[in-house]
């Protein structure tokens, strides 16, 4: 079945570094990707999406491109800021459904 | 627009007792989707309603079962908990419009389960 792959956590970076959080899918099709962000205590925050290859879904700083040829969807950020530190979870669509990542847990550190 | 809504927002039970969680979608939305998120499992599906009708169920026994109304409101019921069913419980709404799937969420009931 359809699965979601994403780096393990946590992930500590001092602020202005430069996030990378890897995330990998397999799937059957060509599924829309997604990007959540969780900040303590709270659900689930849509932060970006791509619904085709060569797509990029970009927000608040945040970017991630839709790689089919390496079923990718890895999230970047230039310049990251300590309001960051959150848990992001990798997801894809799949017959109703959206199949997770486990979550990175990401510390800024000022 | 109001965002997805869910009550109660924590709840303890003690273990055989059942439970009922609500959630209310964004208006116009007529998806509802259920997640399980604990620790160690992180997040899992439940099921899924589109108009009154499950389209789709996850890995879970039958002791979890749900409904959605013709308002789309949705209730989820745990039947004869179990100390393993603690975890946030999330509701997310899609108006399944477009070509993608996006779902936004409510801030989740927190079951604890003694």
Known sequence: GNSVTQMEGPVTLSEEAFLTINCTYTATGYP???WYVQYPGEGLQLLLKATKADDKGSNKGFEATYRKETTSFHL??????VSDSAVYFCASDSNYQLIWGAGTKLIIKP | KAGVTQTPRYL?????QQVTLSCSPI???RSVSWYQQTPGQGLQFLFEYFSETQRNKGNFPGRFSGRQFSNSRSEMNVSTLELGDSALYLCASSSTLGAYYEQYFGPGTRLTVT
Do not use: D, M, N, P
Not at chain 2, 12 to 16: H, M, V
């Open chain 2, 27 to 29: 208006s116009g939305h």
């Open chain 1, 76 to 81: 970047e950020k230039g310049s990251v800021q």
């Open chain 1, 32 to 34: 829309s990707l997604f």
């Open chain 2, 12 to 16: 303890i039970k003690t273990r055989g």
